[in-house]
């Protein structure tokens, strides 16, 4: 069974919710946990997929080793959401790899990070909108 672009979104929905609810659950607010839930669940996508290219690198894509069947079954989805933007030259564990740099890169665009001192776009649209609202 060919996975959908549409699983991908639905895997990225459930891992945002769960993570989100995770940091409700601990006590977080709710504004901090929903910008470490965007962050924990992409970043956590972006490592899978990156496992999965790293793999593939080393032991080869064909190989039914059950950890490995498992991850594929889970990153499928999101490589099939970013077939569009993957360029058709790319070896099978470089399409892995470059899926991990966009997903790792959507979350710096969206919710910034904190250790690379990079704000989260929604800071800097608030404040272009706010500003041109009023003047």
């Known amino acids: 069974m060919k996975a959908s672009a549409l699983s991908g979104v639905l895997l ?14 601990g006590g977080a607010p709710t504004e901090v ?3 470490l839930g965007g962050t924990y669940a992409l970043t956590a996508m972006a ?27 889970l990153t499928d989805p999101l490589l099939a959401l ?13 399409v892995s790899l470059y899926a991990a740099f966009l997903f790792f890169f959507l979350k710096l665009f969206l919710f910034g990070d904190a250790f690379l001192n990079i704000p989260p776009l929604f800071i800097v649209l608030y404040l272009m909108v706010s500003t041109t609202l009023q003047g």
């Open 12 to 25: 990225l929905v459930g891992t945002y919710l769960l993570a989100v609810v995770t940091f409700l659950l």
């Open 33 to 35: 946990a929903v910008f």
């Open 47 to 73: 490592a899978f997929l990156f496992s999965r290219g790293i793999l593939e690198l080393v032991v080869g894509a064909d190989r039914d080793i059950t950890f490995f069947v498992v991850l594929r079954k």
């Open 82 to 94: 970013t077939a569009p933007l993957t360029p058709a030259f790319l070896l099978p564990f470089a």
